[in-house]
């Protein structure tokens, strides 16, 4: 008689459990659907390798990768030309493209370069061809650059190449970066899917600052333009763009284009006698919130 009863209570107390459970969890559910949403945390790179020349750098460009450059000069142009890379070294590394002498990052996820010491500005990303771009980034997504500076090793005036250009690209990151010229362009592209720079130089630039098209989620903060010149500076077209508590002294040329071809916002930004005085001759082509 005992042993039955205590198989009730044994039935019972399961039963009880069996429905306590699956309350407690609804509750928790519920409680986590009425409130905010948990924000979703990047996930973090899936390796790390750590460089210190030109071809070690190259060599690490991979998906999900994050590449910690030592101070140093990354002189792409001269390691291509010393070491005669080209269709080999193509087809060993999925990632990389030498067309002529442009070094070109084509097909990469996920891809962070950082300098070790971002904050001594000794970490430079170079080429000694005035025709090409430093980098040139092709249909690439998530890519962040950080604390390095990047720029053409030849006399001002004679560049054609942008500093670094974005082709169908997404989410771009660039961090304290310095872009110098003679590049023509500190940043040029097409088909970008969000760019942001965060207390970034551009300057001396013998073209303008930017030249970007058919790109949208442009967004600037904190950064400085300065003694860029002679075309359109800010040449964007069909594009979004917003420079917030960005300052823009001493440059020459056309601010922006004046046909209001790209939506442009300025929001509490600096400006030099110059860029106003052209602000001001065109308010219907930009917006400026002070």
């Not at 009425?34 to 460009?61: D, R, T």
């Not at 601010?255 to 030099?272: L, R, V, W």
């Amino acid at each position: 008689m005992n042993k039955y009863k205590y198989n009730i209570c044994a039935a019972g107390l399961c039963c009880l459990l069996a429905f306590a459970v699956p309350a407690v969890q609804a509750e928790s559910v519920s409680q986590t659907s009425l409130g905010s949403a948990p924000q979703l945390l990047a996930a973090a790179p899936i390796k790390q390798v750590e460089v210190s020349n030109a071809e070690e750098l190259l060599s690490a460009i991979d998906n999900n990768t994050e590449i910690i450059l030592k101070p140093g000069n990354y002189n792409f142009s001269k390691f291509l030309n010393e070491s005669q890379k080209g269709l080999d070294w193509n087809a060993e590394h999925p990632h990389i493209m030498w067309s002529g002498s442009e070094l070109t990052i084509i097909n990469v996820r996920g891809l962070t370069l950082r300098a070790k010491d971002k904050d001594n500005g000794k970490t430079y990303l170079v080429t000694e061809n005035a025709f090409d771009n430093v980098m040139l980034f092709k249909q690439c997504s998530n890519i962040t650059l950080v604390g390095m500076t990047m720029g053409h090793e030849v006399e001002p005036g004679v560049c054609s190449g942008s500093v670094v250009a974005f082709h169908d690209c997404e989410n771009i990151n660039l961090k304290y970066m310095d872009l110098y010229g003679c590049g023509a362009y500190g940043i040029s592209g097409y088909g970008i899917k969000g760019l942001t720079g965060v207390s970034c130089r551009i300057h001396d630039c013998s073209y303008g600052m930017l030249d970007i098209n058919r790109s949208s989620g442009l967004r600037f903060s904190n950064c400085e333009f300065t003694r860029c010149k002679e075309y359109t500076l800010l040449s964007l077209s069909s594009a979004d763009a917003l420079f917030k508590e960005c300052r823009f002294i001493g440059n020459k040329g056309d601010f922006f284009n004046k046909n209001g071809s790209a939506d442009i916002t300025f929001e509490k930004c600096e400006f030099g006698l110059d860029e106003q005085k052209f602000i001001d001759a065109h308010p219907q082509a930009v917006k400026v919130i002070k």
